[in-house]
């Protein structure tokens, strides 16, 4: 089998494919070539024993997409995005690269199945934020998209496009509304919602962290582990039993920042909890207002994706992870 993961530079893109390496195979076949694209060149996963390739590539430029499938990969993850802060700052770069790159994607695809009988599995990461306030709490599987923000438009509308060209059979594919995830490694990114993962990563190694929004602020969120789990399950599920409604709201820990930061002082005392600095953001705290709160994801739990079940555990496994299970 081949794998292409696009967006692979990315912390979930890693993780995806170290985790394919330690697997070996998907859909219960040996994984013999593996292709990492994204706009930088991504670094291979450890150990990986069959074909690697490493593409820089961008899909808002013609002829990319058409490249990247040209070997003909069984599963595609399409994972790349411009993130939510940055694609309400700059419209025009979000449209592109969100919204352009992912239906040249899908073209490209198309234009394949006509040729020769191409047909992927097609799982691409979508957001929470194709749904906007005023919400349920918990948000229904049934409840309406009306992103509030450029970065919601672009998914929303590429969960529309995944479903008809699904319909359409010109692949098999799927989306997954990723929660928020947290705890992410690594450096701030600048996405809006990075301060969930800062105000907590930061302060559990002794730095300090900025916490641009109140303490009441309510959101929905799944470890990196658990955002891994859901891609993979995406890939290997029998999409008879999703139907035509092609695009699921992932399972996740909802939790107001006061929460969050109270499980950080059960796991990591108050010391860490002290490093946290308050310093409000209007452009921020204006972005949050419109964020699900979270959800029911009564499908998906009933397709058997799985996350977390409260924030002390979504810190735990950090620690686990990133920090090799200790303080």
């Known amino acids: 089998m081949h794998v292409l993961i696009i967006g692979a530079a990315g912390m979930v893109g890693q993780k995806l494919a170290q985790r394919l390496t330690t697997d070996g195979e998907l859909q219960g076949k040996p994984i013999a070539a593996m292709t990492l694209a994204d706009v930088v060149p991504a670094e291979g996963p450890f150990g990986f024993d069959g074909k690697l390739s490493i593409e820089t590539a961008d899909l808002s430029e013609p002829g990319a997409a058409e490249r990247l499938i040209a070997s003909r990969p069984a599963v595609i993850f399409h994972l790349a995005a411009i993130v939510s802060g940055e694609a309400e700052l700059d419209f025009e770069k979000g449209y592109r690269m ?168 059960r796991v990591a005392g108050d010391r860490a909890v002290k490093l946290i600095r308050r310093e409000p953001d209007e452009m921020i705290k204006r972005i949050c207002a419109g964020w699900p709160p979270g959800f029911e994801a009564t499908r998906a739990r009933a397709l058997g994706f799985a996350a977390e079940s409260s924030f002390d555990e979504i810190i735990r496994v950090h620690i686990e992870d990133e920090l090799g299970g200790n303080l």
């Open 98 to 265: 969100n919204l352009d790159g992912t239906r040249y994607l899908f073209e490209a695809i198309r234009l394949a199945h006509h040729a020769d009988g191409y047909r992927p599995r097609v799982v691409f990461t979508s957001s929470i934020a194709v749904v906007g306030a005023p919400f349920d709490f918990p948000i229904s599987d049934d409840f309406h998209t009306t992103p509030l923000t450029s970065y919601g438009t672009q998914k929303a509308i590429c969960e529309l496009l995944l479903s008809d060209y699904s319909r359409k059979g010109y692949f098999d594919g799927i989306g997954i509304r990723l929660p928020t995830i947290c705890i992410r490694p690594g450096k701030p990114n600048k996405a809006a919602s990075g301060f969930f993962s800062n105000i907590l990563r930061e302060p559990l190694v002794g730095e300090e962290a900025v916490l641009p929004v109140g303490d009441d602020v309510r959101h929905w969120h799944a470890s990196p582990r658990s955002a891994v789990g859901f891609l993979l399950h995406a890939a290997t599920i029998d999409l008879e039993k999703v139907g035509s409604r092609r695009n699921l709201s992932m399972p996740g820990v909802s939790a107001t920042v006061g929460e969050q930061i109270e499980a950080l002082r």
